[in-house]
């Protein structure tokens, strides 16, 4: 299967939760392209599956069919100890919950990709990342003393140091206030605009998802839209519309 | 990972201890009791070598067999006649040598009682002070004894407040004398050597009072320079025949040492078991606080597993934080066994068990066994969780309580449960009913066979928690109610002093009111000066009393008590394990129990059947035999209708080891004997052939009246002996031998007869005035105790609690560890519940509801753990009654209703801590916790 130039592939993904008469369709066969160096958002209302897509594009989950390429390989097939480097490799997550290991110092955490997998991450890369997303004097604070922002900060330091093809973030400024939140996409927005990563968000917020490049919709378990770049008014009309 | 292991540790270093502690305290058991052990053993090897320190050879007299561990008081070993020293001092190479003698000497006080502790023995010995190379003994103070003067132990002398040159009350074989008090001495360096008294005398005078006129115990020798060991020993062998036995200074210390290192190598044994059961029982703290620890940290987990993390990376930060908690707790615990060790030693001692002891002695085998046996047990029991913690799928990282998928064998989870239950039950029953079995053979079965119960209970145990919880809920309600009742006037008290002291809206009469009727209520715990230590605190700023708090009230709610079962029931798994921990210790209690009221009870339904006497006599300490002087002397009392001193010795009977009996014309009137073949006037006519033997005993061997029966005496004589009659004892056992001779053939073969028991009748019955004369006949032997029948089954029976509450106070141990296992799972469930707990807050249950329904989870699972350990301790004691021949089935009825009382307290004690955290959440943090 080529993977026509893109990094991440879905290929009539479905995904059924459930047995019988309870069973409940969360994608009802979705593909889709994901390009190299761009901001995919991912949007719909609650329960059209947009979650579940982004879990099973991750490798987090596995469908109940399809097929899912990352960079090339079909990840349906690997065993446990081959997902797991794919993910040391390939894949960076950032979280609504920031998830950060809370005994471990703010570099800790950042590292510990790399830690895990034996390997140091190169100083001079090192510096401009933590320059980048601006944690130069926290880095040895505990996230319990670091605000919300900082945290999400750290969360994305930690995914990007490994250099992954992909990133996927799940509502990341989900509980952030809107300044702060505002500051952490202007972050991921110029980690793709000015490093190249690829970057796929899931969120319900039109402020969010007006920084991407390209905005899938999704309701009911299938894209239902494949827009480029919209403006805040014209998602949030978009939304209402998937909404009735 | 090492860092993530660590870090984590660090971060939650109260849980990390809470779950070390279940490891410490059987470590320190483990240390604790090899301290003392090899600190014993140290002592009396000391002891012993110490005493042949100037000898090179001992020359006794060969004794045809040894005793049996239950006839080893009062067995009697043969004697040399004392021509043979003066034979001795001929031979080449024997530059001195000395003869003496050994027995019993009572020291009596001046209250007319035997100086006594414990079952520590009352030596005596002769000394002869002009061959110090001989003397193991040195003079304190006063002067070597004469004739008819007696030397006693430093610690005696204290003890007894007597006075050098005054007279002092020995009692021996015969009536007791009063002699002159020549001096105080020492055993080398020792003035005492644990409990035991020491009476030196003269050679004579010991000959007379052991009843050893012109025989001699043992011959020293001391070799000539020049002449090696080896060839004195052979000189004396072949100078003085083949009747003697020779062995070196050291084979004779090692000789005398041998029955002292056999008990402290069981006594060693049994506590390490114990250690092993607090270990045991930690092994499932541990395992249950790592799987809730695992729980609550899935995110953690998922999200390592998300970033790249394998599951091996997982498994091993894990198994390195039980490593690193083993470890230390090893360490701690090997300290605190040093403690331990001393506190044995006082618990022994408390008991009357005194044991010689010259300075602790650590050795390196200690520190391996406790170090590698704590972290190996804290390894394995972590083995399970770490496994659990790999089964996270990433997915947790996003998905809110996702629950750990199950893993592939769950689903045979109840049904492995049963097979390793029936299995240990299974291997059990072979240790204990499996013929020609070795006694170790036997335990390590039973020990197997208990210990896979054990586990297959526990895992069983998660399907019966929730119908178990709604039987037990109401009864802990009612026993928690029971206890506030009891408790009120004191949380009351305590009340009213704080409100007293702090209640600033309230009139000072009122206050003043208060805080005196506070006073009333709990001044005997000084609460009242707590209180005021509090109020002084507080003006210093350093702490804030709290204020106000709601007033004590009785009767639990019903919401409490139904949320706390809930709760319980909600995790049936976690309940069982945590519960688990309590009924291992509960269970090995109510086993203890059973056997003991098993015992008691057959013991007493036996001498309700037998004992048809008036009065028996025994010794002080109810055990050791007297010499027959005492019988001859009651006999002689008036008013005494019928006399019988039951022998007691050992025989040696087709190439084993046997206890044989005396008995005479009056036994069957003092006591009731079940015939099988012959009657009463049987015991009158055995002459100085006849024997009577039990039923069993006979069948085993296929004999009837008229068989021979061939005994070895200890001195080397056999007797030919026929069965003139068969008798059958009862369960409990019975006051004689498998064999049983005449008295009169007993005291012409045996050297100083002695009886176990005397038992007379007298006219009249048991009556104040016949009491009283049977005590001033016996006024001379000061070791004799004359009873009625209760008070010699009571007697009997004491020494029985005794060793009983030494048990209970061993496994109180394992009961402490299973306690902080509740504390554990207690605090981690609640801080598991935050959330929860506000949104109760929130919508109006009050802090006194909150604490009361944490309390009462802990009281549900602590009965459950009894319910579990108390039904699992009936059946093991079921089986071990069915197996042991003198023991019936008794249910400790009380001693059950104690153990459930206990469990109770232990729920409650749980809860102290966790209860008050629950109570003290701040309701809006609480709420937004993650």
């Known amino acids: ?171 990341p400024t989900g509980n952030l206030d809107s300044r702060t939140g505002a500051e952490i996409l202007d972050l991921l927005r110029a980690s793709v605009t000015e490093y190249g990563q690829t970057l796929v968000m899931v969120t319900h917020d039109a402020g969010a998802a007006s920084t991407a490049d390209r905005i899938l919709f999704l309701a009911d378990g ?9 403006e805040p008014p014209d998602i949030s009309a978009a939304m209402n519309e998937l909404s009735r | 990972m090492t860092l993530v292991a660590i870090r984590g540790l660090l971060g939650r270093k109260l849980r990390a201890t809470l779950t070390a502690i279940a490891v410490i305290l059987g470590v320190a058991m483990i240390s604790g009791t090899y301290v003392l052990t090899d600190t014993i053993q140290g002592a009396f090897d000391a002891i012993f070598s110490e005493s042949y320190r100037g000898t090179n050879a001992v020359v006794t007299a060969k004794t045809a067999f040894e005793p049996t561990a239950e006839g080893d008081t009062g067995f009697v070993q043969a004697t040399l006649p004392q021509s043979d020293l003066e034979k001795t001092k001929q031979i080449d190479g024997v530059a001195a040598a000395l003869g003496g003698v050994a027995g019993e000497a009572q020291i009596i006080k001046k209250d007319g009682k035997v100086l006594t502790s414990g079952g520590a023995p009352s030596l005596g010995f002769s000394v002869d002070p002009s061959q110090p190379r001989f003397n193991s003994l040195t003079l304190a103070q006063g002067a070597w004894p004469k004739t008819n003067e007696v030397a006693i132990d430093e610690a005696s002398y204290k003890k007894g407040d007597f006075q050098i040159g005054e007279g002092i009350q020995i009692a021996s074989r015969g009536p007791a004398e009063t002699m002159k008090l020549s001096g105080v001495v020492r055993f080398g360096a020792l003035s005492s050597l644990g409990g035991a008294t020491i009476a030196a005398f003269d050679l004579a005078t010991a000959q007379r009072m052991f009843d050893k006129v012109g025989r001699l115990d043992q011959i020293r020798v001391a070799a000539e320079t020049g002449v090696s060991t080896t060839q004195l020993i052979d000189n004396l062998e072949s100078g003085l025949g083949p009747t003697v036995r020779v062995r070196s200074g050291e084979g004779q210390a090692e000789k005398d040492a041998s029955g002292t290192n056999e008990f402290i190598g069981f006594l060693q044994k049994f506590l390490l078991a114990f250690a092993g059961i607090a270990l045991f029982v930690g ?36 198994i390195l934080e039980a490593l690193v908690i083993g470890v230390v707790a090893s360490v701690i615990g090997l300290l605190l066994g040093f403690l331990l060790a001393r506190g044995l030693n006082a618990l022994f001692d408390a008991v009357g068990f005194t044991l010689p002891k010259v300075g602790l002695v650590y050795k390196p085998r200690t520190v391996i066994v406790a170090l590698l046996v704590g972290t190996l047990v804290t390894l394995l029991a ?33 049904y492995v449960a049963v097979l390793v239950a029936v299995a240990g039950f299974a291997a059990l029953s072979y240790g204990l009913f499996r013929s020609g079995l070795g006694t170790t053979q036997v335990l390590l079965w039973m020990g197997v066979g208990a210990l896979l119960i054990f586990f297959g209970v526990a895992m069983f145990a998660s399907r019966i928690v929730v119908p178990l919880a709604d039987a037990v809920s109401p ?10 009742v009891l408790f009120y006037p004191i949380l009351f008290g305590y009340w009213l002093l704080r409100y007293g002291m702090f209640e600033g809206r309230a009139g000072i009469p009122k206050r003043i009111g208060a805080f005196l009727l506070g006073t009333l209520l709990t001044f005997f715990l000084l609460l009242p000066v707590v209180v005021l230590v509090m109020w002084l605190v507080g003006k210093l700023g350093w702490y804030r009393p709290e204020w106000p708090v709601e007033r004590p009230g009785i009767i639990a709610d019903k919401s409490s008590r139904g949320l706390a079962r809930e709760n319980a029931q909600r995790n049936p798994q976690r309940t069982a394990s945590t519960a688990s921990a309590l009924m291992i210790g509960l269970a090995l209690v109510t086993l203890v129990a059973v056997l003991a009221q098993g015992i008691r009870q057959t013991f007493l339904n036996s001498v309700d059947q037998q004992f048809v006497a008036d009065y028996a006599i025994t010794a002080q300490n109810n055990f050791s035999p007297l010499p027959i002087a005492v019988e001859t002397t009651a006999e002689g009392v008036e008013g005494v209708t019928a006399a019988s001193g039951i022998r007691f010795g050992q025989a040696r009977i087709d190439n084993s080891t046997q206890t044989i009996g005396g008995v005479d014309a009056d036994t069957p009137k003092v006591i009731h004997i079940d015939w099988v073949d012959g009657d009463n006037a049987t015991t009158g006519q055995l002459g100085m052939d006849g024997a009577i033997v039990k039923e069993d005993w006979a069948k085993d061997r296929n004999l009837t009246v008229g068989s021979p029966v061939k005994l070895l005496t200890p001195t080397g004589k056999t007797l030919d002996m026929k069965i003139d009659g068969i008798f059958d004892e009862p369960t409990g056992g019975s006051p004689f031998g498998n064999v049983n001779i005449s008295s009169e053939a007993f005291d012409a073969n045996y050297e100083q007869p002695t009886n176990t028991y005397t038992f007379l009748n007298m006219r009249g019955g048991v009556t104040d005035e016949n009491t009283a004369r049977l005590n001033l006949a016996l006024n001379d032997f ?45 605090a981690l469930s609640v801080f598991e519940r935050t959330r929860e707990l506000g949104l109760l807050r929130a919508i109006g249950m009050t802090r006194r509801q909150t604490a009361r329904m944490i309390r009462q989870e802990s009281v549900v699972t602590a009965l459950i753990g009894a319910v579990l350990g108390i039904v699992l301790g009936i059946a093991l004691g079921g089986l071990l009654v069915a197996r042991i021949d003198f023991i019936e089935f008794s249910l400790p009825v009380f001693t059950l209703i104690v153990v459930a009382l206990a469990a109770i307290v232990v729920g409650i004690i749980a809860a102290i801590l966790p209860a008050r955290r629950a109570s003290r959440l701040n309701v809006l943090e609480a709420l937004q916790y993650e």
């Open chain 1, 1 to 171: 299967m080529s993977t026509n130039g893109a990094v991440v592939n879905a290929r009539e993904v479905k995904r059924v939760y459930g047995e019988g008469s309870t069973a409940v369709e969360a994608l009802r066969g979705v593909s889709l392209d994901v390009e190299g160096g761009r901001l995919t958002a991912v949007m719909g209302p609650s329960g059209s599956g947009k979650s579940t897509l982004m879990h099973i594009l991750a490798g987090l989950d596995r469908p109940t069919a399809g097929e899912v390429l990352i960079a090339g390989t079909s990840i349906g097939t690997l065993d446990d100890t081959a997902l797991t480097r794919l993910r040391r490799e390939h894949i960076g997550f950032v979280f609504q919950f920031f998830n950060l290991l809370p005994m471990l110092t703010a570099e800790e955490n950042i590292r510990l990709p790399l830690t895990l997998a034996g390997e140091k991450p190169e100083p001079a890369f090192f510096k401009q990342l933590i320059d980048n997303v601006g944690l130069g004097d926290r880095l040895d604070h505990r996230p319990s003393e670091l605000s919300g922002g900082q945290q999400q900060r750290v969360a994305i330091a930690r995914a990007l140091v490994t250099r992954p093809t992909v990133v996927f973030a799940d509502e």
């Open chain 1, 222 to 230: 299938e894209i239902v839209k494949d827009a480029g770049h919209m």
């Open chain 2, 283 to 318: 092994s499932f703290v541990i395992a249950n606080t790592l799987s809730i620890t695992i729980a609550q940290r899935t995110r953690e987990f998922a999200t390592i597993r998300t970033i790249g993390g394998s599951r091996r990376q997982v498994l091993g930060s894990v």
């Open chain 2, 382 to 414: 972590s083995l399970r969780p770490a496994f659990r913690a790999t089964r996270v799928p990433p997915i947790a990282a996003v998905r809110e309580g996702a629950a750990l998928p199950e893993g592939r064998f769950a689903r045979w989870r109840p």
């Open chain 2, 475 to 484: 009864v802990g309600t009612a026993m928690v109610a029971v206890f506030s």
């Open chain 2, 782 to 826: 000061p070791n004799a105790k004359v009873q009625d029948q209760q008070e010699f089954k009571d007697n009997q029976v004491a020494g029985l609690s005794a060793v009983l509450n030494i048990l209970y106070v061993l496994l109180a141990l394992s009961v402490i560890v299973s306690l902080f296992g509740i504390i554990n799972t207690l």
